[in-house]
Structures are given as C-alpha cells and as structure tokens.
C-alpha cells in the first residue's frame, strides 16, 4: 500500500509543485456532486442492472469528470489506479448514474485516461463550441453537469480525437438517455449533429484573435484552453509566439522520466534492460546519467513492480537538475526543508555513497510518513532522518547549521501543466500573491540555518519569474551575506540562465518547467 501510495505520490510530487495547501483549499469548498441540476445533492440512486448497451469508457469518463469537478478528486490520482481498481470505481458509476457498465478492459482504461485528461484540459474550448451551439446562454450555463460532461466527452473525441462522428453522436446520445432521461439524449442529439455539420463545413465558430490585448488574450485562451489571467501573463513575460506554443505544450501528452536508483546499486543499465524485457520503448536521458524517458508504458513499470521494489522512481528530469544544482557530496549534512514526498530526498540520499545526512522537513505529517516509507524500500533510509515541522517554526529555535539547504518551496506549478490537466482551472492569480509572500518567508527562515561559507539552493517548478528570478533577487536584497553561485558547472549550459541560474523550459527543453538558483553564504 504504502508502495502504491509512494508511486502516486511521486508521480504527483514532480507534477504536482502546486502548494497542496491551496488545492485542499479547492477540495474542501467544493461541494459533493449530485448527477441531475447544479445545485442541492440528490438522494442516492438505488442500484439497478448492469447496463451493457452503455459504451463503458464514456460512463467511466463522465462519472470520473463529475467526481474531479463536484468531488474534489485530482485528475492525475483518479487515473493511476488503472486495472484492479474496477468494482470501486464500478460502484462510483452506479452510484452517480444508477447502472454499472461491463468491466473496463485495457483499452477502455486506455481511452478513459486519454478522455478524461483530454476533455479537462480542453475544457474553455469545448465550452465555448457547446455554448455557441445551444439557443442561448441560459440554456449553456444551466445545464446540468451530468449532461455537460457528456456533451465535453463529445465534442472532444469529434473535434479533438477526431473519431468517427456517427459513432460518438451514437454513443453519447444512448449514454445521456439512459442515465438521464430520454429528452436529454434528443437534445445531445441536437447539439452534436449541429457540431457535425460545422466540422465537415470547416466553420466551427472559432474566435479570431484580433482587437485589444485584453480581447487577444480572451481568444487565445479559448483557442488553447487556459485561463484568461494565464495567457495575459505569459504574452507579457514571453511574448505572444512562445505564449502560444507553451501553451500547446501543456495540451500535448505528457513523457515521463524513470531514475534508476543507484542508492540500491542499481544502474541504468540495469534499468533498460528491465524496460526491454518488459518491451517499454525508452530514450537514454542526455542530462543525467541515472535517466531513463518513457513517452508510452508506465502502466507496464507499474504494474511490473518496479517502483513498489525500490528499482526505480518516476521523476522528472528538471526535478533530478534541481539535485545536480545541489551537487549532494558525501559526508554532507544537508537541510531538504521542504522534503515530501520526497522525490529529491531520495535522490540526494542516493548521491551520498552511505556517508552524510539528508534532514528532511515538511509540515505535512502524512506526505512525509510516506516519504519514510519509501526511502525503507529505497534502501536509503539510514541516510534520511525525517523532521515533522514547519520551517519558520523551526528556525527560529534550531542552532544547527547545514552544509547546503534545499528550498524547493511550494509554488504555483505553472511548469508542470501537461502532467496535472486539472491544475490550470484550479489555480487563480490571487493564489500567486500569496504563494510568493509564502516564498519570502520561507526563503528567510531557510537562509539561518546555513552555515557560513554554505549554499543555499531556491527552487520551484514553475516558470513564473515572480516566483524565481524576483523572489531571488528580492532575497538578495534582504540579506547581502548572499551571492549567486552561476549553475555552470552543475548542470548543461542550454539549462543556464543570463543570471546564471537554472531553468528547465518546457518548450526549449520538453521536459516540467522548474528553476533554481544556487546562493553562496559568505565564510
Ligand atoms: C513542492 S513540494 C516539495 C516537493 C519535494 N521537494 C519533492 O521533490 O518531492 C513543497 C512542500 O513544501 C511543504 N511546505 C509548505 N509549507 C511549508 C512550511 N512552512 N514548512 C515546511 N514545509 C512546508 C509542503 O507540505 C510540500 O510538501
């Protein structure tokens, strides 16, 4: 369990940078969903038969839309559990549309993960083509979910998966009659006959951008599918061109890293040849030594035992440059004070050669037993010692003074958004006030627990330059006992900043956006 709970956490912990402060927040004001109007939740349905006529990956999509947008789930969760999870999920569909479905094969559990991502991410554009296509705006904002998730699901496999029309118009029509009522089937019927015709007509009502910046940047979201205050800040940072493409990178599927752990001797040979055997096509990583990218088959590792045995973890390549920036040399003792669930710890652990310390904080008590767990399977365990503790507390009382401190500080997880489809709705500017006060604070109690002639490394994995490059200097400002130490040495020069700091750009780099600066303390 607690391997299962490592390998979801990982996945998440490299993809999910976002404070998870502020997504509780978001989960614990949202209100449990109820199938029919928006509104009061309505009373348990009770149970009928298994319904074979329903196609079971629209059924399993539709449900699990609900439960990630009334429910609180997370995109990313809801679609690791894959095979063997099936009668729990069964049991959501029941409960949410009163009938099971046949049991989800592996393709089904294919398409349910492409839909559902899909149809998250894209989901201010299919809104928009849904909107347009119904007889008013009352109509669209009405709707009830249910029938709206469905109708997402549509639009998405006709215009974005681009499978046949008839089929999908077929499917989805049947699914919304037999889980909600026969007018409402009529009405899909009408919405998506409308969209047919369009598409094959080429004049899908698109808006053109075109006027002012702010009327732009309305069109661009809706072309791209992101939040209006995203795109105005990202054309003011990188200008409209790479605006655009870093936003069809958060569209496009994600790739994922394995890191061999060469805490347990296991080197990355080793690990493409467990890949071969288990025919997972892979690339050598040109960065690190110990990586391996996968763009298919992490089902396949999964499933497999390779993370639940400690033979590798899944983290992303900018992640493990966030360590080379550390540089974890033996005999270190080094301060991670923002550690869960561990991804870094672990890989420093592994840099030590069984000499040194890795002390590692986090407020979160959960995230950081978990962080305990795995690094016992990792086998690194001895060279972790784990502090439940909130950093500002923590330095105020401690005396002990750290080698190197790795501040990997909660952020907004704007590099990550082609890993966590949910993320973009979930965030909101106010957020980024809050996030980089947070940033200072925790820069500053960093700062006191390194030792004179120590290092100080700042990270995050966004690529907002409010969260890096301006809490830096900020900082330096604050405390000239400080200098940037460039990252040139440490990490590919493609990777080096003007500044001389480091940053992972997803559209230069394919890879998680993630930054981080090196800062000497004066002897
Ligand atoms: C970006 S995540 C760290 C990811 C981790 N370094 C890794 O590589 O797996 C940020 C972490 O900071 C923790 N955190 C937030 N505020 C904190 C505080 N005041 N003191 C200590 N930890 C804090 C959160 O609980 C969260 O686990």
Same mark, same amino acid.
């Given at each position: 369990?607690?391997?299962?709970?490592?390998?979801?956490?990982?996945?998440?912990?490299?993809?999910?940078?976002?404070?998870?402060?502020?997504?509780?927040?978001?989960?614990?004001?949202?209100?449990?969903?109820?199938?029919?109007?928006?509104?009061?939740?309505?009373?348990?349905?009770?149970?009928?038969?298994?319904?074979?006529?329903?196609?079971?990956?629209?059924?399993?999509?539709?449900?699990?839309?609900?439960?990630?947008?009334?429910?609180?789930?997370?995109?990313?969760?809801?679609?690791?559990?894959?095979?063997?999870?099936?009668?729990?999920?069964?049991?959501?569909?029941?409960?949410?549309?009163?009938?099971?479905?046949?049991?989800?094969?592996?393709?089904?559990?294919?398409?349910?993960?492409?839909?559902?991502?899909?149809?998250?991410?894209?989901?201010?554009?299919?809104?928009?083509?849904?909107?347009?296509?119904?007889?008013?705006?009352?109509?669209?904002?009405?709707?009830?979910?249910?029938?709206?998730?469905?109708?997402?699901?549509?639009?998405?496999?006709?215009?974005?998966?681009?499978?046949?029309?008839?089929?999908?118009?077929?499917?989805?029509?049947?699914?919304?009659?037999?889980?909600?009522?026969?007018?409402?089937?009529?009405?899909?019927?009408?919405?998506?006959?409308?969209?047919?015709?369009?598409?094959?007509?080429?004049?899908?009502?698109?808006?053109?951008?075109?006027?002012?910046?702010?009327?732009?940047?309305?069109?661009?979201?809706?072309?791209?599918?992101?939040?209006?205050?995203?795109?105005?800040?990202?054309?003011?940072?990188?200008?409209?061109?790479?605006?655009?493409?870093?936003?069809?990178?958060?569209?496009?599927?994600?790739?994922?890293?394995?890191?061999?752990?060469?805490?347990?001797?296991?080197?990355?040979?080793?690990?493409?040849?467990?890949?071969?055997?288990?025919?997972?096509?892979?690339?050598?990583?040109?960065?690190?030594?110990?990586?391996?990218?996968?763009?298919?088959?992490?089902?396949? /590792?999964?499933?497999? !035992?390779? =993370?639940?045995?400690?033979? @590798? +973890?899944?983290?992303? $390549?900018?992640?493990?440059?966030? &360590?080379?920036?550390?540089?974890?040399?033996?005999?270190?003792?080094?301060?991670?004070?923002?550690?869960?669930?561990?991804?870094?710890?672990?890989?420093?652990?592994?840099?030590?050669?069984?000499?040194?310390?890795?002390?590692?904080?986090?407020?979160?008590?959960?995230?950081?037993?978990?962080?305990?767990?795995?690094?016992?399977?990792?086998?690194?365990?001895?060279?972790?010692?784990?502090?439940?503790?909130?950093?500002?507390?923590?330095?105020?009382?401690?005396?002990?003074?750290?080698?190197?401190?790795?501040?990997?500080?909660?952020?907004?997880?704007?590099?990550?958004?082609?890993?966590?489809?949910?993320?973009?709705?979930?965030?909101?500017?106010?957020?980024?006030?809050?996030?980089?006060?947070?940033?200072?604070?925790?820069?500053?109690?960093?700062?006191?627990? /390194?030792?004179?002639? !120590?290092? =100080?490394?700042?990270?995050? @994995? +966004?690529?907002?330059? $409010?969260?890096?490059?301006?809490? &830096?200097?900020?900082?330096?400002?604050?405390?000239?006992?400080?200098?940037?130490?460039?990252?040139?040495?440490?990490?590919?020069?493609?990777?080096?900043?003007?500044?001389?700091?480091?940053?992972?750009?997803?559209?230069?780099?394919?890879?998680?956006?993630?930054?981080?600066?090196?800062?000497?303390?004066?002897?």
């Amino acid at each position: 369990m607690a391997q299962l709970l490592s390998f979801r956490v990982y996945l998440s912990a490299e993809t999910q940078k976002a404070s998870s402060e502020s997504l509780k927040r978001t989960q614990k004001t949202r209100k449990p969903f109820s199938p029919g109007r928006r509104g009061p939740v309505a009373p348990p349905r009770k149970p009928q038969n298994l319904n074979l006529e329903v196609s079971p990956h629209r059924a399993v999509s539709a449900v699990r839309l609900m439960r990630i947008e009334y429910g609180g789930a997370f995109a990313d969760l809801l679609n690791e559990k894959g095979k063997g999870s099936g009668s729990n999920e069964m049991s959501y569909v029941e409960r949410t549309i009163g009938f099971r479905t046949r049991d989800l094969d592996d393709r089904d559990l294919r398409l349910v993960t492409d839909v559902v991502g899909g149809t998250i991410r894209w989901r201010r554009f299919l809104d928009h083509l849904i909107g347009s296509l119904c007889h008013n705006e009352r109509t669209f904002r009405n709707m009830e979910p249910l029938l709206l998730q469905i109708l997402r699901i549509a639009v998405y496999e006709i215009i974005k998966l681009d499978m046949p029309s008839y089929a999908v118009v077929d499917e989805n029509v049947r699914l919304a009659k037999v889980a909600l009522r026969p007018g409402a089937g009529d009405f899909v019927n009408g919405i998506l006959r409308k969209l047919v015709s369009l598409k094959e007509k080429d004049a899908l009502p698109l808006p053109k951008v075109e006027g002012d910046d702010r009327a732009q940047a309305r069109a661009l979201a809706t072309l791209h599918s992101h939040p209006v205050w995203m795109v105005r800040r990202w054309v003011k940072y990188l200008g409209l061109d790479e605006a655009t493409k870093l936003m069809i990178w958060n569209n496009s599927d994600p790739g994922f890293s394995l890191r061999a752990n060469t805490g347990r001797d296991i080197t990355r040979a080793d690990l493409v040849e467990r890949l071969e055997s288990l025919k997972v096509p892979h690339e050598l990583s040109l960065n690190l030594e110990e990586f391996v990218r996968i763009k298919t088959g992490l089902q396949t /590792v999964v499933q497999a !035992g390779l =993370l639940k045995e400690g033979f @590798c +973890s899944v983290q992303d $390549e900018s992640a493990g440059l966030i &360590v080379s920036v550390v540089k974890p040399q033996p005999g270190e003792r080094i301060m991670d004070a923002c550690a869960a669930p561990g991804g870094k710890t672990l890989f420093m652990a592994s840099c030590l050669k069984g000499q040194g310390m890795i002390y590692a904080m986090d407020v979160n008590e959960g995230r950081l037993r978990i962080l305990g767990e795995t690094a016992k399977s990792h086998q690194v365990d001895g060279l972790i010692t784990t502090i439940h503790s909130d950093l500002r507390v923590f330095a105020e009382t401690n005396e002990v003074r750290y080698d190197k401190v790795l501040l990997d500080a909660p952020c907004s997880g704007l590099g990550v958004l082609s890993k966590r489809a949910d993320l973009r709705w979930n965030r909101k500017l106010e957020d980024m006030v809050e996030l980089t006060k947070l940033q200072d604070e925790l820069l500053d109690s960093a700062s006191k627990l /390194v030792k004179h002639g !120590g290092v =100080l490394v700042y990270s995050t @994995c +966004s690529i907002d330059p $409010e969260e890096n490059e301006g809490r &830096v200097e900020a900082f330096l400002q604050r405390h000239p006992e400080f200098s940037i130490d460039p990252v040139t040495s440490f990490v590919p020069s493609s990777f080096v900043t003007s500044q001389g700091f480091f940053l992972s750009n997803p559209v230069k780099h394919s890879l998680d956006g993630a930054f981080a600066a090196r800062l000497n303390r004066a002897l």
